[in-house]
Antibody, heavy 125, light 107 residues
Framework: EVQLVESGGGLVQPGGSLRLSCSAS????????MHWVRQAPGKGPEYVSA????????FYADSVKGRFTISRDNSKDTLSLLMSSLRTDDTAVYYC??????????????????WGQGALVTVSS | DIQMAQSPSSLSASVGDRVTITCRAS??????LVWFQQKPGKAPKSLIF???SLQSGVPSKFSGSGSGTDFTLTINSLQPEDFATYYC?????????FGQGTKLEIK
């Protein structure tokens, strides 16, 4: 059974930093691209960052580019998101997501998407 | 970024009703469109992918249509467990983007 467990959320002041972690199990972590998706209170979800299976390629939404860094440790089945220069509009639940949208595009399906339970990040003074 | 516009933003319906939610992309996304259902405090759950394909385990009361820029999600015979918020999302171009959501409420 695929399991994704986020940790590291909490309250941080504007301008501060926080590192989120996602512990993965139930699948071959090193063979899968991974995503961070966040959802601000009362808003729709937003893809924040992605990383390829080998960790060599990373992608960021413009809203976090230059402030957030995604990384992974394939020896420990762990995904991370280092968030710096945090702003009040970064307040959200952050989800770790396993899904290969490229494969779904290429083959037309099936879709296998897995989401963690989410970690709440609150940026406030 | 590709913008996704959903309508309506909220919808009031009764048990047994049929409802339709629409989603429009700011540029063509082929059929690379997924629909999610989300309940309070939970992660989104995929219902339809590739615009029209039913996700495994999802009841056939849910159906999707469309291609290019215009898409619809239809839910037949509403039951109490269907009252939730629904989102469309394109997976044509990163960053993949969601609509703002449609909150389906009991009348």
């Amino acid at each position: 059974e695929v399991q994704l467990v986020e940790s590291g959320g909490g309250l941080v002041q504007p301008g501060g930093s926080l590192r989120l972690s996602c512990s993965a199990s139930g699948f071959t972590f090193r063979s899968n691209a991974m995503h961070w998706v966040r959802q601000a209170p009362g808003k729709g979800p937003e893809y924040v960052s992605a990383i390829t299976a080998d960790g060599y390629n990373t992608f960021y939404a413009d809203s976090v580019k230059g402030r957030f860094t995604i990384s992974r440790d394939n020896s420990k089945d762990t995904l991370s998101l280092l968030m710096s220069s945090l702003r009040t509009d970064d307040t959200a639940v952050y989800y770790c997501v396993k899904v290969d949208w490229g494969a779904v595009r290429d083959s037309g399906g099936p879709l296998h998407d897995y989401w963690g339970q989410g970690a709440l990040v609150t940026v406030s003074s | 970024d590709i913008q996704m516009a959903q309508s309506p933003s909220s919808l009031s319906a009764s048990v047994g009703d049929r409802v339709t939610i629409t989603c429009r992309a700011s540029q063509g996304v082929s059929n690379y469109l997924v629909w999610f259902q989300q309940k309070p405090g939970k992660a989104p759950k995929s219902l339809i992918f590739a615009a029209t394909s039913l996700q495994s385990g999802v009841p056939s009361k849910f159906s999707g249509s469309g291609s290019g820029t215009d898409f619809t999600l239809t839910i037949n015979s509403l039951q109490p467990e269907d009252f939730a918020t629904y989102y469309c999302q394109q997976y044509d171009t990163y960053p993949y983007t969601f609509g703002q959501g449609t909150k389906l409420e009991i009348k």
